[in-house]
């Protein structure tokens, strides 16, 4: 069974490869002292039959944008700056991509976000794609780019309440 848990000292960090570098340190370098220090948390997705293996991982902090450089129609909405959620990273295992795993972490991270924004208020999810494929791969879950860097892109609170109202039917 597929189970998403808070990443710990007890998960085979050293083993995970998605194929991008600067991913793969993140998890085995950083991901822990920032969990320690508070800074961001990791979740990673693992099988109950293998529970050490990283099948896949994200990563939510919290953050503040200046909302000027917001999505056209968005930007006016808003105060100067405003809080909101990053998805840092994102990444699935190379022999597992392309399985739905990344999808389900997506959803799970914005199920958190939902829970972020009822008790202290944000106005969406902030992501920066890093890769022209990701970004794709984000808009498909109705994260917009943002037309000072399209590698950014911006899932606004209210399409954060549509998406989960709809994977709830
Ligand atoms: C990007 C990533 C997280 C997607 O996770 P995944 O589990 O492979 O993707 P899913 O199975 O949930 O979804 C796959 C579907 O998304 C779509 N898609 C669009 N862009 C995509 C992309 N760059 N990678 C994978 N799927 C993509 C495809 O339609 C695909 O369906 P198909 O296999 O039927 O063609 C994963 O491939 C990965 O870790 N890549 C390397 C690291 C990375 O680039 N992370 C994002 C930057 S932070």
Known sequence: M???EPLSRRHD????????????DYL?????????KGISRTFVLIDTDAPTKILGY???????VVTRDLPAGYAGKYPAKAPVAKLARLAVSMEQQRQGLGA?????AM???LSVAENIGII????????QNAREYYEQFGFIALLEDPLELFL???SLIAAMEAADQ
């Open 13 to 24: 960090r050293n083993s995970f490869n998605c194929g991008k570098s600067a991913l793969n």
């Open 2 to 4: 597929l189970r998403i």
């Open 58 to 64: 994200f990563t939510l902090a919290g953050c503040e």
């Open 28 to 36: 085995q370098k950083i991901a822990l002292q920032h969990i320690e």
């Open 111 to 113: 199920k958190r976000t």
């Open 104 to 108: 389900i972490m997506m959803v799970e």
């Open 156 to 158: 606004p609170l209210q």
């Open 124 to 131: 969406g999810i902030f992501v920066d794609a890093k890769y």
